[in-house]
């Protein structure tokens, strides 16, 4: 079946640091990627999506890049805030449905 | 303003309880969906729904059951027979042509004693 792996957390930076969280999937066909973020007490909200090869999502200076070659989709960005401090959810859709298949989560802490 | 509103935030119940979690949206979507969170699994799908008056099982809907007989509403009961139904509850809801876009409620999180 479909799956998502993401790296563990938590992943502890300092303000302005480069964040990478990493991020692979299996699936059957050609799914569609996204990145979700979850703030404190707060439900899930989308960050990025890319629905097909070589595309690139981008939103609130975090970007992934839909790698088939390497079945992954990376989120990084240039220089993180403590306001990024949150628990990043990658997750797939393949099918044509809309049944997300969610990865477990890392959880990000932005210190000063 | 429009969303998904889940109630209540927190709750309480003993064993052996059913319990209604409420899921109201007015973003006019066609479809909805619970899930669960617990740490360190992610999110893992009870049962959605596509339309009024139908929904289907997701990977986990042993001890669950729902209801569609409105479009803006879909109330999960979490009933005697789960398990280990202390867990973080998560509503959303999808437009008809948005894959994956999901939007969610805030969610309802529920302590068995």
């Known amino acids: 079946g479909d799956s998502v792996t993401q790296m563990e957390g938590p992943v502890t930076l300092s303000e302005e640091a480069f964040l990478t969280i990493n991020c692979t999937y299996t699936?059957?066909?050609?799914?569609?990627l996204f990145w979700y973020v979850q703030y404190p007490g707060e439900g899930l909200q989308l960050l990025l999506k890319a629905t097909k090869a070589d595309d690139k999502g981008s939103n609130k200076g975090f970007e992934a890049t839909y790698r088939k070659e390497t079945t992954s989709f990376h989120l990084e960005k240039g220089s993180v805030q403590v306001s990024d401090s949150a628990v990043y959810f990658c997750a797939l859709v393949a099918g044509g449905g809309n049944k997300l298949t969610f990865g477990t989560g890392t959880q990000l802490k932005v210190e000063l | 303003d429009g969303g998904i509103t889940q109630s209540p935030k927190y709750l309480f119940r003993k064993e052996g309880q059913n319990v209604t979690l409420s899921c109201e949206q007015n973003?006019?979507?066609?479809?909805m969906y619970w899930y669960r969170q617990d740490p360190g699994q992610g999110l893992r799908l009870i049962y959605y729904s596509q339309i009024v008056n139908d929904f289907q099982k997701g990977d986990i809907a042993e001890g669950y059951s729902v209801s569609r007989e409105k479009k803006e509403s879909f109330p999960l009961t979490v009933t005697s027979a789960q398990k280990n139904p202390t867990a973080f509850y998560l509503c959303?809801?999808?437009?008809?042509?948005?894959?994956?876009?999901?939007?969610f409620g805030e969610g309802s999180r529920l302590t068995v004693l």
């Open positions: 973003l006019n979507h066609d479809a």
């Open positions: 959303a809801s999808s437009d008809r042509g948005q894959t994956g876009e999901l939007f």
């Open positions: 699936a059957t066909g050609y799914p569609s």
